[in-house]
């Protein structure tokens, strides 16, 4: 069964410029999938849309054979504790008071019902270290972190309620080589040790590369190649994922 299920979404900020459309994308268990699509293609649309953040046009998502939307969004708890989302800019979603540990057990105690201070503070650690952030920055507060530790920390919040599918958009695009690394085999580690199934939103090939087991590619709100990420780096079939394969970063000399 799938975990994720987008039958035929359509979306559009105002009705003159529709965004996506009819978009169908299904993730299943344990699955790892790449959604892979230039600058302004649709791919923050789609996950906001699958997540019912962004209301639908028409078209329906459903999650573990259940309808998510279009439905009521205050009966979600089942669905938030299920699948976790780490969005595109995280440092903005975090509260700047707040403490590193406290930010990632906040999960633990709203969708899992722990309430042990020292399980909490022990779980959180735990998720925190996979991510690669140091114990010495784990009491410190949100606004006195980096951009890149921002978003470790943002990683590691979603990670910690193991959610059967962790959507992560643009994980890895403020990071440096060592950290993109770093965090690359925490996703990993993720999705082989608990199965967790991975939606990984990037415009970057080798990411996409190194972390799924399919690709679909996004262009103009249309999900144009939908393959084995193997089959599809060998032989890309559409003329846009030929593009974003052939697209090396040049820089003058
Ligand atoms: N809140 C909004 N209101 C109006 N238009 C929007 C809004 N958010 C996005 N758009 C438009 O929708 C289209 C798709 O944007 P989206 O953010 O989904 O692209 P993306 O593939 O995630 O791009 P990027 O790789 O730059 O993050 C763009 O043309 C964008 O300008
Ligand atoms: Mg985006």
Redesign the pocket.
């Known amino acids: 069964m799938s975990v994720i299920d987008c039958v035929r979404v359509r979306h559009s900020?105002?009705p003159a410029?529709p965004?996506l459309h009819d978009v169908d994308l299904a993730i299943g268990d344990g699955e790892r999938v790449a959604l892979l699509?230039?600058?302004?293609?649709?791919?923050?649309?789609?996950?906001?849309a699958m997540l019912a953040l962004e209301p639908l046009a028409s078209g329906a998502i459903h999650c573990d054979g259940r309808v998510v939307t279009p439905g009521p969004v205050r009966r979600l708890r089942w669905f938030r504790r299920l699948v976790q989302y780490v969005p595109?800019d995280p440092g903005a979603t975090l509260d700047p008071q707040a403490r590193v540990l406290d930010i990632v057990a906040e999960p633990l105690r709203r969708l899992c019902g722990v309430t042990d201070r020292a399980r909490l503070t022990a779980a959180a650690a735990t998720v925190l270290e996979a991510v690669g952030l140091p114990a010495a920055l784990h009491t410190v507060r949100a606004r006195d972190l980096s951009g890149g530790q921002a978003q470790r920390v943002a990683i590691a919040r979603a990670l910690a309620p193991e959610p059967r599918l962790l959507i992560a958009?643009?994980p890895i695009s403020g990071l440096d080589a060592p950290l993109r690394a770093h965090v690359i085999d925490a996703l990993r580690h993720a999705s082989a040790s608990r199965g967790t199934a991975l939606l990984l939103?990037t415009?970057d090939v080798s990411a996409a590369a190194a972390l799924s087991d399919r690709i679909a590619v996004?262009h103009d709100?249309r999900i144009v190649e939908d393959r084995r990420t193997g089959d599809l780096l060998a032989a890309p079939d559409h003329p846009e994922t030929r593009a974003l394969l052939a697209a090396v970063p040049r820089f003058p000399a």
């Open positions: 900020y105002t410029t965004v699509g230039r600058s302004g293609s649709g791919k923050s649309t789609l996950v906001r595109q958009d643009e939103v415009h996004m709100g």
